[in-house]
């Protein structure tokens, strides 16, 4: 049997929690939630099912080693001394991503050319020819991070990032990164019981990722390469063997999905990306204006949108979320909305309805809120603030 080794996942500030219970269902051990990660245990074939089956990692690490350094030459000789035949050959490509938690060094770019010279000189001391750089398709990932004066390397299991899931072929102005989106629905509670809408689709990330998770589809069964397919001694026959695994737990759901955009082209683009996905059957998509629209489906649903928060797309933000409010109250009765938006004060004021969560999260640089409305049948209708 495999044995059980240290990984990090990597993922978003906010999320951590939603990550350390997707580890613990797919039967991580040892799992510590961070700032933005989470690490846990496991063997090389939960390293290739995590990768496959989490929504909220961005990536994969396995630390390898740590040592202490003061200056650029304790880095140098760190890397130097590591006996990289274990991991890489001279014929191969490798690239370095590095990270910085230290007043020791100011410039991740000069930490990750250190790096990249020192194993260029270990190889060519050994064997008179040096691995080359490839930052787009390398054999090897590696990864540095200085913390304090503690340096740790770690290989990247994942290569691009998770949340290049292989299903986007199109995107809008303001696309959602899949990660925040898989992120926002978990969150919501959503879990396929219930019907979804998501009411400002734009290029459907939000829907295909809720689609996903409703009908148990791993996350990342669409991606075409991970990087530890690339590694010495992966193992392809455990690698299908765990794909199969988790497409056996695929389900049927008996509820709707649902998407609308009031633009063209935003309804021709998730439509490509939901086909791109395989779930056409299971997402409706139509031209709507949420503004004119109402709730046409009985039954509890999730209501979950990305607005506009004057940002990137321009609007009246006062005007705009009263509309959205107004919209809610008088068309979306029994639902559970959800709306992240990084206007923390005209945003989410002018909505006019109390907040039964608010949740802070980074949608890219932006910090946001993500905000729940509870909107009642009858007597127990939402009020607005007093």
């Not at 396929?192 to 069964?221: K, R, W």
Request: glycine letters at 6%; one cysteine or more.
């Amino acid at each position: 049997m495999s044995q059980n080794f240290k990984m990090v996942a990597k993922t978003l500030f906010g999320l951590e929690p939603i990550l350390a219970k997707e580890l613990k269902n797919l039967g991580a051990i040892k799992v510590q939630e961070g700032v933005r990660n989470v690490s846990f245990y496991g063997d090389s074939g939960f390293m290739y099912k995590a990768n496959l089956a989490l929504r909220t990692a961005i990536r994969i690490l396995k630390p390898f080693t740590s040592f202490k350094v003061q200056n650029e030459q304790d880095l140098y000789n760190g890397i130097k001394n590591i006996y990289w035949e274990d991991f890489l050959f001279h014929d191969k490509t490798f690239a370095i991503t590095a990270t910085l938690s230290t007043d020791l060094f100011s410039h991740s770019h000069y930490v990750a050319l250190k790096t990249k010279d020192a194993i260029a000189d270990y190889f060519r001391e050994k064997y008179n020819k040096r691995p080359s750089v490839d930052l787009d398709y390398p054999n090897l990932n590696i990864d540095i991070h200085i913390a304090k004066n503690i340096c740790t390397v770690s290989f990247d299991s994942s290569g691009q990032s998770l949340h290049k899931r292989g299903y986007k072929s199109s995107t809008n102005i303001a696309p959602i990164n899949e990660v925040l989106a898989a992120g926002l629905v978990l969150l919501s509670g959503y879990d396929g019981t219930q019907h979804f809408i998501d009411p400002m689709c734009g290029s459907g990330t939000i829907l295909i990722e809720a689609a996903m998770i409703a009908l148990n589809i791993p996350a990342n069964i669409n991606r075409k390469e991970f990087a530890f397919e690339n590694w010495q001694g992966f193992d392809p026959d455990l690698f299908e063997k765990i794909q199969e695994s988790l497409l056996k737990k695929v389900r049927e759901i008996d509820k709707q999905i649902i998407g609308y955009d009031k633009a063209p082209s935003a309804v021709r683009k998730a439509q490509d990306n939901i086909a791109n996905a395989q779930l056409s059957d299971f997402i409706k998509i139509e031209r709507q204006d949420f503004f004119t629209s109402e709730k046409v489906i009985d039954g509890k649903t999730i209501v979950l949108f990305n607005p506009p928060y004057g940002e990137r797309l321009q609007v009246n933000v006062p005007v705009f979320y009263k509309r959205i409010g107004d919209t809610l109250k008088q068309g979306y009765t029994d639902t559970d909305a959800w709306l992240i938006t990084s206007d923390l004060e005209e945003g989410i004021k002018n909505v006019g309805l109390r907040t039964s969560k608010r949740i802070p999260l980074f949608n890219g640089k932006l910090a946001c809120r993500f905000v729940k409305y509870e909107m009642y049948k009858g007597s127990k209708k939402t009020k607005k603030i007093g």
